[in-house]
């Protein structure tokens, strides 16, 4: 695993604005600088400019589409052993989208250290997070999400990050 670097990583509709309050609240709880890289960047040569930082990536683009470089953010993540947590926003009536089961078989398919997934808004099924069989880290409610005046829920956030160091453990001890 490439130390001291994790890429938080949107997947689906989810905006921005969204993606950097959520990032700026999970660096400062990891204790991480926060850096943001797009999908227009070249993998390789950005991910190597990382290795002696430690950073929080906010990742702005589709981390699965072909790179003109020839491969894709999530290949090259891969090749890298870079953690990757996963952010997705659920249906109206709770479903998750199947990006995110895709996802998740993806990482797995590129060796991809898979922190987790994120659940963005409500409502949070717990049973059916459980029943779905995907690594669920938990979820941020969107009120206190979407008004850029309102503190996101740092109790949330605090079970979030203990989930990811969780998995960080688990990730240097095997990958």
């Known amino acids: 695993m490439t130390s001291g670097i994790i890429f938080l990583v949107g997947i689906g509709n989810l905006p921005n604005k969204l993606m950097a309050k959520i990032s700026k609240a999970l660096s400062e709880k990891l204790n991480l600088n926060l850096k943001e890289i797009s999908a227009t960047q070249f993998p390789d040569e950005t991910i190597s400019s990382l290795i002696p930082l430690e950073v929080l990536v906010q990742f702005d683009g589709d981390i699965g589409m072909m790179h003109p470089s020839g491969c894709s953010w999530l290949e090259a993540l891969g090749n890298w052993k870079v953690p990757v947590a996963l ?10 989208p199947g990006l995110a089961a895709s996802y998740v078989s993806l990482c797995k398919q590129l060796s991809v250290p898979l922190l987790g997934l994120i659940q963005v808004g409500e409502p949070w099924i717990y049973k059916n997070r ?4 995907l690594p669920w880290c938990g979820f941020l409610p969107s009120n206190g999400l979407t008004n ?28």
């Open 87 to 96: 952010m997705i926003e659920p249906s109206l009536s709770g479903e998750i």
């Open 130 to 133: 459980k029943l779905d069989g």
């Open 148 to 175: 850029e005046f309102e503190k996101i829920d740092y109790y949330l956030i605090e079970e979030l990050v203990i989930k990811l160091k969780q998995q960080l453990t688990y990730i240097d001890k095997y990958f």
